[in-house]
């Protein structure tokens, strides 16, 4: 008993001494070999790529947010520097100044020597304080400025102009007030305003300017001297806008219901407006109807409706004879919600060639044939925002070493841009 007990506690120290040994060599060889992966990997890049992530973190994330802000093929340039949303845009006759109206109670006219251009002059006006415009619209030239605001006490239309003056000086006078009219729809906002030179029949090359209210009142105002040339009434709950034909005949308003009335803007021999009288009525829609446009010869009317179509309508009739306008065509609203169901078009402009129609709902700016109804092109968010206002350059303006048609946008996301017609149908 006494020599089995010295051989049994040997043999446990013998046991537990190899068995140090063996797990001794095998930690230390682990260890070995976690640092030497350890200064390896910094190393190697592709094995490591959390390597320096403050030095490449913001390059990735610079280049995805750059990927994102990708411009559309047909986004030209963006007027940026306005101070809230902006309400009301419009082209000179020339094409080469944009006046755009904002919240910030700005008036903005932009010179576009150059469309693709990366700064622009503009000219700055400061409103009345208290006014918010609404609207704008250029007068008898690209010096004259027609701005509808609104403030607690009711709208207000100003006339800007340049002064003349005597002797030449270094820096051109800022534009002052020629008129200005108050209270002009009682106490009611003013949605939209319509310039156009009155050329038709005997009227003088005066501009007749339309300001639409957001009741059932439109007033026609002379351009140059503010007098009230005639008002209208279209007895349809509400407003949606009106428009003015480029030839200063026709006043077309879109309203509530699903008809659009049209006025004849009569004449005298000395080129003075005798009276404003209703002429047509176009049915067809079956709801409210958003927008219209004329097209550049003043025959025709687009017309938008809630009822998911578009209509082209010829108004060169005899209506005094008691011929209705006619319907030429009918194209649907190629916009559906989530759901399936046709939009509507908040805002439409026809280009001056009469071919292709911008149309815009929300965000999304769309580019129409005119003749067929095909799209062209889509703009999903032209805008960070709804757009508030599109327009066309009445002319092809230069954009780099070529010229071409030039359309406008604006939207409460306080930027203009501008957008180049689609390729296929461009000058």
Not at 94 to 113: E, H, Q, W, Y
Not at 139 to 149: Q, R, T, W
Request: hydrophobic residues 35%; aromatic residues 6%; glycine residues 8%.
């Amino acid at each position: 008993m006494d020599s089995v007990l010295p051989v049994a506690i040997a043999s446990v120290i013998l046991g537990a001494l190899i068995a140090v040994i063996f797990f001794g060599t095998y930690f230390r060889k682990r260890t070995s070999e976690v640092q030497s992966m350890a200064k390896a990997e910094p190393q190697d890049p592709i094995r490591n790529p959390k390597s320096n992530p403050k030095k490449n973190h913001p390059k990735s994330h610079a280049s995805d947010k750059n990927q994102n802000k990708r411009h559309h093929p047909l986004d030209l340039n963006t007027l940026k520097g306005h101070g809230d949303s902006v309400t009301g845009l419009c082209f000179s006759s020339d094409g080469r100044s944009l006046a755009t109206a904002c919240g910030d109670g700005v008036i903005r006219v932009f010179k576009l020597d150059d469309a693709s251009s990366k700064s622009f002059k503009f000219l700055r006006i400061n409103l009345p304080a208290g006014g918010h415009p609404t609207a704008v619209a250029f007068g008898d030239d690209a010096s004259s400025i027609v701005v509808a605001c609104h403030n607690m006490s009711g709208s207000s239309l100003y006339m800007y102009g340049e002064e003349k003056q005597k002797e030449p000086q270094a820096k051109l006078p800022l534009p002052g007030i020629k008129w200005e009219r108050h209270n002009i729809h009682d106490k009611r906002a003013v949605l939209t305003i319509s310039g156009a030179t009155a050329t038709y029949g005997t009227a003088d090359g005066s501009a007749v300017i339309a300001s639409c209210s957001e009741g059932t009142d439109i007033i026609l105002w002379h351009g140059k001297t503010g007098r009230n040339l005639g008002h209208v009434d279209t007895n349809q709950l509400k407003n949606h806008m009106a428009a003015v034909s480029p030839n200063g005949r026709f006043l077309a308003a879109a309203a509530f219901t699903a008809d659009v009335k049209v006025w004849e803007i009569v004449y005298l021999k000395d080129g003075s407006v005798k009276e404003v009288s209703r002429v047509m009525q176009l049915k067809g829609h079956k709801s409210a109807v958003t927008w219209l446009c004329f097209s550049p010869n003043s025959e025709r009317i687009i017309t938008a409706s809630k009822d998911g179509s578009i209509r082209l309508w010829n108004i060169n009739v005899r209506y005094h004879l008691d011929e209705d306008p006619k319907t030429l065509k009918v194209f649907p609203i190629p916009l559906c919600d989530s759901g399936g169901n046709p939009l509507h078009y908040d805002r439409l402009s026809l280009c001056p060639e009469g071919k292709i129609l911008a149309a815009s709902h929300g965000s999304t700016l769309q580019w129409i044939c005119a003749e067929t109804g095909n799209v062209l092109d889509t703009a999903e968010k032209a805008h960070e925002g709804d757009i508030t206002c599109i327009s066309w350059a009445p002319k092809a303006i230069t954009v780099g070493e070529r010229q071409a048609m030039v359309l406008a946008t604006a939207g409460v996301d306080k930027r203009v841009k501008l957008w180049e017609a689609p390729k296929s149908q461009s000058m």
